[in-house]
């Protein structure tokens, strides 16, 4: 079980939302590089990035912050990245700039042609993040609910060539109120691709309960607010679930 810090990227500073609030921001860090470099340190093997001011624009506004985050943690590990990516030529340049794996959300539900279009282009590179609420598809920074099936959407694009999903429970993002475990096994036991989840990581017993499902295809769990606010250590967590998959 892989655990990815998450930085949160919002006016060149390190933030954390509840439920995707933009106006409910918390910030960590004024030095986004140096974050990166303290997951490194504390034994990361992946950071998770989201251009929060880019998902709401639509187009990237982070670019310089996420950009030095690369250069900090080198060739060291992957760093995967959403958020306002919208086009082929944004995909290409963050790429070219030491972007690992891009993450495209809203896009994908709105305009599943681009998605199908990235796969092509960017074989091996390209994860779909899928936020959803009572098993239906959110998109718009959570704003709006749609009438998609996740598991139907998510087979959709698993079609395409995706390398993998993120599946966020958006009633419990920023919450520390545990994972939906359940609903996280259900969408990876429909898939073949790997499934990350995200949102609600508290504590410990949740590492135990991902651990546990780790077989259904569950590989990777994204944390964010409990390494932040230290409810979670990151690196007995880390231990932890490598312990488990002994």
């Known amino acids: ?18 439920q995707g609030e933009m106006d409910d921001a918390t910030v960590f860090s004024e030095d986004p590089a140096a974050t ?20 709401f624009a639509g187009k990237p506004v982070n670019e310089e912050a996420i ?36 993450i495209i959300g809203t896009a994908a539900v709105k305009n599943p042609g681009f998605l199908q279009d990235a796969c092509s282009a960017f074989p091996g590179h390209i994860i779909v993040g899928l936020d ?26 698993e079609d395409y060539g995706v390398e993998g999903v993120i599946y966020t429970d958006i ?15 259900r969408l990876a036991q429909a898939l073949r691709v790997p499934v990350i989840a995200s949102g609600g990581i508290a504590a410990m017993a949740d590492i135990d309960a991902l651990c546990a499902v780790e077989h259904e295809g569950v590989t990777g769990a994204i944390t964010g607010r409990a390494i932040y606010e230290g409810t979670l250590d990151f690196r007995a967590a880390q231990a932890r679930a490598d312990e488990l998959a002994g």
């Not at 470099?37 to 929060?52: E, K, M, N, P, S």
């Not at 900090?72 to 700039?97: C, F, N, S």
């Open 1 to 18: 079980m892989l655990l990815i810090p998450a930085i949160d990227l919002k006016d060149g500073h390190c933030v954390r939302l509840k």
């Open 36 to 55: 990166a470099r303290h997951w490194l340190a504390q034994g990361a093997r992946r950071l998770h990035l989201v251009d929060l001011n880019g998902a």
């Open 67 to 102: 950009k030095q985050i690369v250069q900090a943690v080198g060739d060291d590990i992957p760093v995967q990245l959403g958020g306002g990516i919208r086009d082929l030529d944004t995909i290409e340049r963050y790429l070219d700039d030491g972007i690992s794996y891009v």
């Open 132 to 157: 959803a609420k009572d098993g239906k598809v959110a998109v718009d920074g959570w704003s709006k609910l749609t009438g998609h099936d996740v598991v139907d959407l998510a087979q959709k694009f």
């Open 171 to 185: 009633g419990r993002d920023g919450m520390l109120s545990g994972v939906n475990v359940e609903a996280t096994v």
